[in-house]
Each structure stands twice: as C-alpha cells, then as structure tokens.
C-alpha cells in the first residue's frame, strides 16, 4: 500500500492524500509541518476510532517526552480492539530549555549536517515506492530558521 497522508485523524470524513515525492518535494526546505498539528483536547477513543479504517495501518504520533503514557495507552487500546497498525512515537526535543545564546558550540557543524541530511530525503524517498526520506532535528523548525535569520 502506498504511503498515505492524513492531516488529521479525528474527522468526520476521512481524506487521505498520497505521500509522493512530487508531493513532498516541494516540504523539504520549509520549516513547519504538513500533517498538521494539534494542542490539546486529547481524546483517545476518538483518534483510534478514526484509526479503524481499513486503509490505515500505521500512525506516526509525535508528542514530549512527559506525554509519552499517552502513546502506551494508544497502543493498548488498537490491542484491545484488535487493530494491526504499527504506531511509530517520536520525542519533542529540548526546545528551549538551555538559555538563549548567540551560538552554541557546534551550531555550524548541526546546521551543515542538518542541510546534508535534508537533502538525501529524495535519495531514500525514490529507491523504492514504499520508502520516506524523515529527517528528525533537534530543534524546531521556527527556532532553527529564527537562528539562522541571525546568522
């Protein structure tokens, strides 16, 4: 099955959108996020209902590093019911917890590495039609891209 995209999972219709490298392409060099993205109001029967249909069998949940009981519970819940969908979780970073400083020591070299990673996304992306090019960064993308506006 290819790779689908679902902006948001607690929907009344269910829209899902290919995650083709024509699509994706033009996300590279942009910071933000193409899935969207959502603050609260957290409802875990209502995301794995969503998760029910039968074209979904994976979900990518980001969330801190203190929410992660929450991508447990999740995963019981898909056990409970039965559900095979592998669940990918992936940590928020330490976005600013160090004190705000010019540059910190390796800045360039993360910067550099970070451009180098980015850029073979297409590479992986392209060898084959069920592969993603993700590249996670330390920071987010506003506070990378706002570093480097000072630069």
């Given at each position: 099955m290819p790779f689908k995209l679902?902006?948001?999972?607690?929907?009344?219709?269910?829209?899902?959108?290919?995650?083709?490298?024509?699509?994706?392409?033009r996300y590279i060099f942009f910071?933000?996020?193409?899935?969207?993205?959502?603050?609260?109001?957290?409802?875990n029967k209502k995301i794995v209902n969503s998760v029910k249909d039968p074209r979904i069998n994976q979900v990518i949940?980001?969330?801190?590093k203190t929410k992660k009981y929450k991508l447990f519970?999740?995963?019981?819940?898909?056990?409970?019911?039965?559900?095979?969908?592998?669940?990918?979780?992936i940590?928020?970073?330490?976005?600013?917890?160090i004190p705000i400083i010019d540059k910190s020591f390796g800045f360039d070299t993360a910067v550099e590495e970070a451009q180098r990673a980015i850029n073979t996304t297409d590479v992986e992306e392209e060898s084959n039609k069920t592969c993603i090019g993700l590249v996670k960064l330390r920071n987010n993308g506003k506070f990378c891209k706002t570093r480097l506006n000072k630069i």
């Amino acid at each position: 099955m290819p790779f689908k995209l679902i902006r948001r999972l607690i929907l009344r219709s269910l829209v899902l959108e290919d995650l083709a490298s024509h699509y994706i392409s033009r996300y590279i060099f942009f910071s933000g996020t193409i899935t969207g993205t959502s603050r609260g109001g957290y409802d875990n029967k209502k995301i794995v209902n969503s998760v029910k249909d039968p074209r979904i069998n994976q979900v990518i949940i980001k969330q801190p590093k203190t929410k992660k009981y929450k991508l447990f519970v999740f995963i019981q819940e898909l056990r409970r019911r039965g559900l095979k969908v592998a669940v990918i979780g992936i940590a928020k970073t330490i976005d600013y917890d160090i004190p705000i400083i010019d540059k910190s020591f390796g800045f360039d070299t993360a910067v550099e590495e970070a451009q180098r990673a980015i850029n073979t996304t297409d590479v992986e992306e392209e060898s084959n039609k069920t592969c993603i090019g993700l590249v996670k960064l330390r920071n987010n993308g506003k506070f990378c891209k706002t570093r480097l506006n000072k630069i």
